[in-house]
């Protein structure tokens, strides 16, 4: 694929014509990363934003103890540090390349001139942002409201969406990343899944996740359904 395919991929740029999708090339920047690599840090000036070709991006903040949360697994077709071009602020966390990873980089002052040019591409980029707030909004919920269980039988079945198998998919993340988006500890998370296991929600095999029970999956994700003692 050459650059224009790649930027008319990309779902933030969808509905726009050929013309705003070419404007869009000549601004771009090809970035290659290796796997743990930083792509910026927080606080670190919002220079622009990223768009994902190929690879996986880990979002994240650190406690002052160092503790990290995960916020988001970023993958092709996803943009991130795009706060930054409205705000003018500094980035409000981590970005490291989680495997080697092909990126596109917009700096805002060039996206912001095409935007003053061409307001319609705005649209869309609002249109993530309330995406991405309602998906913050979501976290907060689950790690404040929830237990463990719930938040991972949440994850599970926001995983089974992004696949195109929806009852049969593998984590692209390791269990001990996991464990951290959601709050917990491993071993926590080892004990819940074989619960769901055990009670016939799920089979777990590896990083292979096959859903066997969605409704009472989602009972336990939304409503608060407790895992049987199995």
Do not use: C
């Not at 988001?72 to 409205?86: A, L, N």
């Not at 700096?107 to 935007?115: A, D, G, K």
């Not at 988006?181 to 926590?188: K, V």
Request: glycine share 8%; net charge positive; hydrophobic share 40%.
């Amino acid at each position: 694929m050459n650059l224009l395919d790649h930027i008319v991929a990309i779902p933030l740029f969808e509905g726009l014509s050929r013309g705003q999708h070419e404007a869009l090339a000549r601004i771009s920047v090809s970035r290659s990363y290796k796997k743990g690599q930083t792509i910026f840090s927080e606080g670190d000036e919002g220079v622009g934003f990223y768009a994902i070709i190929s690879g996986r991006v880990k979002i994240f903040k650190l406690s002052p103890e160092g503790k990290e949360q995960i916020l988001h697994m970023m993958g092709t077709g996803e943009v991130f540090g795009e706060v930054p071009v409205f705000t003018g602020q500094e980035y409000p966390a981590y970005a490291e390349s989680h495997i080697n990873s092909s990126l596109l980089f917009f700096p805002r002052n060039s996206f912001i001139e095409l935007i003053k040019k061409d307001p319609s591409l705005s649209l869309n980029m609002l249109a993530l942002l309330s995406w991405r707030l309602r998906r913050f909004a979501a976290l907060i919920e689950d790690l404040s409201l929830k237990e463990v269980p719930g938040r991972l039988a949440a994850y599970l079945l926001y995983a089974s969406k992004r696949s195109s198998n929806k009852d049969e998919f593998d984590l692209d993340i390791s269990k001990g990343q996991l464990a951290s988006i959601l709050g917990t500890i491993p071993e926590t998370l080892s004990r819940i899944l074989g619960k769901m296991g055990r009670q016939g929600l799920i089979r777990s095999e590896g990083s292979r996740i096959r859903i066997l029970d969605r409704t009472t999956l989602e009972d336990v994700a939304t409503k608060g359904r407790k895992l049987e003692n199995v």
